[in-house]
């Protein structure tokens, strides 16, 4: 006569706990419901504020205001990317990173980068002398990311939004040189 197979609850509840904690790291792993959300982030471009008081020795001319030193339009890799990219150097000499009319998906720790790589090549990896500005503020919209002091921006050839969970770049970039 065949043997019936039985699960007893010393089996069951065990294999229960392991599947919560399998389902539990899966969830925080891949955050699926980020695919149904989105966050929008509409920032102006920063401007450096004018000194309150002219000092000895200054000019009372006006400095010009924010310069654009280069932009580049995203293309799609993992995710379907779309927007402009464009560095600017304020009037205080600080330069930002600024993405407009950006729209990529929500994803887990998706961070903004500036690459020594051409746009196709981040596909593969960030390369070497990447420079992270932060985590992606919002996955719609206009933002803008703080370049650190120092930083020479002319040695960058694209900006990525780059998900550093999976490492995969969701869409890139090139950086050309704006028209003077």
Not at 5 to 17: D, Y
Not at 50 to 64: F, I, L, R, Y
Not at 127 to 138: F, I, N, R, S
Request: net charge positive.
């Amino acid at each position: 006569m065949p043997r019936r197979f039985r699960l007893s609850r010393r089996t069951l509840v065990p294999g229960f706990v392991v599947l919560l904690l399998a389902a539990g790291f899966g969830l925080y792993l891949f955050q699926p419901w980020k695919a149904l959300t989105s966050t929008t982030v509409n920032e102006a471009l920063p401007s450096a504020s004018a000194p309150s008081a002219k000092e000895p020795g200054t000019s009372t001319a006006q400095p010009a205001g924010p310069r654009n030193l280069a932009e580049g339009r995203f293309v799609t890799h993992e995710h379907a990317t779309t927007g402009t990219a464009r560095t600017v150097r304020l009037t205080d000499g600080g330069q930002v990173l600024r993405l407009e009319d950006l729209k990529t998906s929500e994803g887990p720790d998706v961070r903004v980068y500036l690459s020594t790589r051409e746009a196709g090549a981040v596909k593969t990896g960030l390369g070497d002398g990447a420079v992270e500005l932060g985590k992606l503020k919002g996955n719609l919209g206009n933002q803008n990311y703080a370049v650190p002091r120092g930083t020479d921006l002319s040695k960058f050839r694209s900006v990525v939004i780059w998900c550093a969970r999976f490492s995969v770049s969701f869409g890139a970039a090139n950086l050309a040189s704006a028209a003077a």
